[in-house]
Nanobody, 115 residues
Framework: QVQLVESGGGLVQSGGSLRLSCAAS????????LAWHRQTPGNQRELVAG???????NYADSVKGRFTISRDNTRNAVYLQMNNLTPEDTAVYSC?????????WGQGTQVTVSS
């Protein structure tokens, strides 16, 4: 059984920063791609950023230059540094991990940016 647990969400003012963390635990032999997604009520889920096991990254256009995704393979963890946040970044952020071809999801953490 694999579990993903996110942390680091909260309330921040516009222009502020937050760092999200996600750690995978359980029967893990090798973690492949890791990613962060976000969703707001009534909207589709959006891929925010992804990172391969080798460290290649990709970002949604809306967060390029402001967000940075990173990973620690020794801890089976992925991080999302979010800078210069705006109210449009308000959402539930969830991490995903691909393990042996199966995608696992975390429960999500709320990020709220006030204007």
């Amino acid at each position: 059984q694999v579990q993903l647990v996110e942390s680091g969400g909260g309330l921040v003012q516009s222009g502020g920063s937050l760092r999200l963390s996600c750690a995978a635990s359980g029967s893990i032999f090798s973690v492949g791609g890791l990613a962060w997604h976000r969703q707001t009520p009534g909207n589709q889920r959006e891929l925010v950023a992804g990172i391969t096991r080798g460290g290649s990254t990709n970002y949604a256009d809306s967060v390029k230059g402001r967000f940075t995704i990173s990973r620690d393979n020794t801890r089976n963890a992925v991080y999302l540094q979010m800078n210069n946040l705006t109210p449009e970044d308000t959402a539930v952020y969830s991490c995903t991990a691909v393990i042996l071809g199966t995608t696992y999801w975390g429960q999500g953490t709320q990020v709220t940016v006030s204007s």
